[in-house]
């Protein structure tokens, strides 16, 4: 009786490993979805040339599509050239 347990064990961790791999393989496919419309749809804006900067376009469509409350974007710029030193 103890070995039939004991397999009983190892099917059920084999069951519930299976169900979480399905569940996060899931989860990925949705977000891989949610950013291929959100890049479409920004595409099919920027090509359309409607009202509103690009960039608002780009924050709007990434904040959809990771399901975000926020997004930010931040621009990097070179330091000012103030002369030899």
């Known amino acids: 009786m103890?070995?039939?347990r004991g397999h009983d064990h190892v099917c059920c961790e084999a069951v519930e490993r299976a169900s979480s791999n399905d569940v996060?393989?899931?989860q990925e496919s949705e977000q891989r979805h949610?950013?291929?419309?959100?890049?479409a749809a920004?595409?099919?804006?920027?090509?359309a040339q409607q009202d509103g900067?690009?960039?608002?376009?780009?924050?709007s469509a990434a904040q959809?599509?990771?399901?975000?409350?926020?997004?930010v974007l931040?621009?990097?710029t070179a330091?000012?050239?103030h002369g030899p030193r």
Do not use: N
């Open 53 to 59: 900067h690009p960039l608002d376009m780009v924050l």
């Open 34 to 39: 949610r950013w291929l419309t959100a890049s």
């Open 2 to 4: 103890t070995h039939e």
């Open 79 to 81: 330091p000012a050239d």
């Open 74 to 76: 931040a621009l990097l």
């Open 64 to 71: 959809q599509a990771a399901d975000a409350d926020v997004a």
């Open 24 to 26: 996060r393989l899931h």
């Open 42 to 47: 920004m595409t099919r804006q920027l090509f």
